[in-house]
């Protein structure tokens, strides 16, 4: 099978990690299963990392991913086994899920998600359905799939403090919406597990909380190995109350960018690293890729065209964008063929289950991938990525992806920790 394999030599600092790493491995593992007993991780979640050659880190964490009919199928058996962990902490007695997804209808490549979700769920042993919020779903709906198959959506109802649909009354409630348009009434205040929960859907969720936490949660692991956590985590920061239609906060946001961009330049002096600096834009909520924009000097943030203000303005849903986070760019120099990839790690409950690779043609090394265009690659290996080849090199594929999983456990487990955090505030706005 084909690994896309990283274009540089790879005979970095990026090496000298990932044997750390791999020379680590019973204390590593000893160490998450320490942090899952305090923490409990989320149902799910996708982390987008970036392999630069000298250095490996997440850039983004998606609590209600999508894409799962991008991954390995030969891996499924994973997916199974770590629903049914998931499940035996929140309903150990489930029979009935319902599975809430986005209102995209007419998206194929979503309802094809959906369906690869849905399957992985019936073979945990679960009677799935999918409830709608979509007010154009008033009666159960088939919708076609390119593969010859078809899944129905159907009219989410609520009877007291329970969601269901006709004659369906599940036990646990699973969201594949992120919620960015909001949280809708009818979810709020039932009785059912509901996973992920309400507060860290986009409508209250900020990629800055999720990085602050992660910044914790660096600084511990690299504790573990007596490294330097900038090897594994992005510098970043926050520009809040901006109008980028008014051009209001422009000077705050271009001060923020030369911040960002001195503390990488100061680095890459330090250990020797030959590369051009530059800094991710993006929106501090949301998703799709939307919102985003790469930066090589604070100029590129001053006086931007219509055009470019437009689409740093709105994201998903309409949602304005008034809080950005300024994050350091880390250039991915993984290939496939002639394009520029990253890989993408899936987990569910504390496990790893798979992965792909985001492809793009039209798109270079240190610019967003999640952009139209892009294609998906699944991650082909040989044994899961929480199993190294022991030999020792970094360089075999189930080793490199053992460095994936390490580092998007860790993101993973700033996402617990981020949830922790910021539910009682939740619970304090709704009393209000």
């Keep these: 099978m084909n690994v896309p394999r990283l274009a540089t030599a790879l005979t970095g600092p ?29 149902f799910y979640g996708s982390v987008d990392l970036r392999n630069s050659g000298f250095k490996l880190a997440p850039v983004d964490m998606n609590l209600f991913p999508g894409g799962f009919n991008n991954l390995n199928p030969d891996f499924t058996p994973l997916c199974v086994q770590a629903v049914q962990s998931a499940l035996e902490k929140v309903c150990p007695d489930a029979r009935r899920l319902l599975l809430i997804p986005e209102n995209h209808t007419r998206n194929q490549f979503y309802l094809q998600n ?22 154009e779903i008033t009666a159960p709906t088939a919708f076609a799939l390119p593969n010859g198959t078809s899944l129905t ?35 709020e205040g039932i009785d059912q597990n509901l996973l992920p929960p309400l507060h ?25 190995l007596a490294i330097d956590p900038w090897y594994i985590n992005p510098y970043f920061g926050q520009v809040d109350r901006l109008d980028f239609q008014t051009r209001e906060g422009e000077e705050r946001l271009a001060a923020e960018v030369e911040r960002i961009l001195a503390l990488t330049a100061a ?10 600096p530059y800094a991710i834009v993006k929106a501090d909520a949301g998703t799709y890729g939307m919102g985003v924009m790469s930066v090589k000097s604070p100029d590129d943030v001053l006086g931007l ?20 986070i300024v994050q350091e760019g880390v250039p991915t120099f993984e290939t496939l063929g002639e394009a520029v990839a990253e890989p993408v790690v899936y987990m569910m409950d504390r ?3 798979g992965g792909f690779y985001r492809v793009h043609t039209g798109r270079g090394a240190d610019e967003n991938l999640n952009a139209p265009g892009m294609h998906f690659e699944p991650l082909y290996f040989d044994t899961p990525l929480s ?5 020792g090199s970094p360089d075999c594929a189930p080793n490199r992806f053992y460095a994936y999983g390490v580092v998007a456990r860790l993101a993973l487990l700033a996402a617990s920790r981020e949830i922790e955090a910021t539910e009682p505030q939740y619970d304090a706005a709704l009393a209000v």
């Design 114 to 135: 959906v369906a690869a979700l849905q399957r992985v769920l019936k073979l945990a042993g679960l009677n799935v359905r999918l409830g709608s919020l979509n007010p």
């Design 200 to 224: 860290v859907g986009w409508h209250r969720r900020r990629k800055t909380n999720h990085f602050g936490q992660y910044d914790v949660v660096a600084a511990e692991f690299a504790d573990l």
């Design 14 to 42: 990026l090496l000298d990690l990932e044997r750390k790493i791999l020379a680590a491995q019973c204390d590593i593992e000893a160490w998450f299963r320490s942090q899952w007993l305090d923490h409990a991780p989320p």
């Design 267 to 276: 680095k890459y002096r330090e250990l020797g690293i030959d590369a051009a």
């Design 387 to 391: 199993t190294p080849d022991c030999d």
């Design 305 to 324: 065209n219509r055009k470019q203000r437009n689409k740093m303005a709105v994201v998903k849903e309409g949602l304005e964008v008034s809080d950005v």
């Design 351 to 353: 496990y790893v289950v």
């Design 153 to 187: 959506l159907e009219p989410l109802k609520r009877t007291g403090r329970r969601v269901g649909l006709d004659g369906f009354d599940p036990c646990v409630v699973l969201l594949n919406n992120d919620l960015s348009a909001g949280v809708p009434p009818i979810l």
